[in-house]
């Protein structure tokens, strides 16, 4: 695999998160916040893929802007639905309207445990309990995890949504993400990074 650097870009009404990946001459972006494919653009960037942490609506918001600019494919656990959008419950929350461009999924994950794409390997864990399509991603050969909302610098994903699950997200994260080295950089949703050792040892939801 080649060398990469990450470029991170936070967008919308919630600072959503999401993460370029620059591995040689390919472009992976990691979730779609608001804003996301203008700033692509601004940076002259060909992006060769989309893949979702989730389909929450602040995730996803840019990918069908970032489906008509690039033409790219999009990776996710399962196709899309207003249940995982929850688009009709963030309009009664924020009082406004929160439709979507269209876009479609071309490559599903459920089942699937990791992703050979060209200058970049990386090994997908379901940790459902935020959502029931939540993913995270380790990139391979670096201690580096793409988080999503399952796990953040001092929290965990809400799970007072349809479909939340609080027990099933703190089982996911003490059996699936506890196994990774302490020094893994977890890149989250929303907020600063964190690192595996630092989460175990002071996250107040995980004590």
């Known amino acids: 695999m ?41 940076k002259g ?5 989309l893949i979702l942490t989730h389909q929450h609506h602040d ?3 840019g990918a069908g802007k970032i489906v008509e600019a690039f033409r790219c494919p999009i990776w996710a656990y399962s196709d899309p639905s207003g249940d995982l959008t929850m688009a009709k ?9 929160c439709d979507l461009d269209p876009y479609q999924i071309d490559h599903l994950l459920e089942g699937v445990t990791d992703i050979n794409l060209p200058e970049l390997s990386v ?17 391979e050969g670096h201690p580096l995890l793409v988080g999503g909302d399952v796990l953040f ?21 003490k059996e699936k993400l506890w196994q990774l080295a302490d020094e893994t950089q977890v890149l989250p949703g929303h907020g600063p ?5 630092i989460e175990k040892a002071t996250n107040p939801f995980l004590q």
């Open 2 to 42: 080649a060398d990469f650097h990450i470029e991170p870009f936070c967008g919308g009404l919630f600072q959503t998160n999401g993460y370029l990946f620059r591995c040689g001459d390919k472009n992976w972006l990691f979730d779609a916040p608001e804003g996301a494919a203008d700033w692509l653009l601004e």
């Open 45 to 49: 960037v060909t992006l060769d893929g």
């Open 59 to 61: 995730h996803v918001i």
């Open 89 to 97: 419950r963030l309009e009664t929350m924020i009082g406004m309207p």
């Open 123 to 139: 090994t997908i864990l379901h940790v459902p309990g935020h959502s029931p399509d939540s993913l995270c991603f380790l990139i």
């Open 153 to 173: 610098n001092g929290g965990i994903g809400r799970t007072d949504f349809p479909h939340g699950d609080h027990d099933l997200l703190i089982s996911g994260i």
């Open 193 to 197: 990074t964190t690192t595996i050792g």
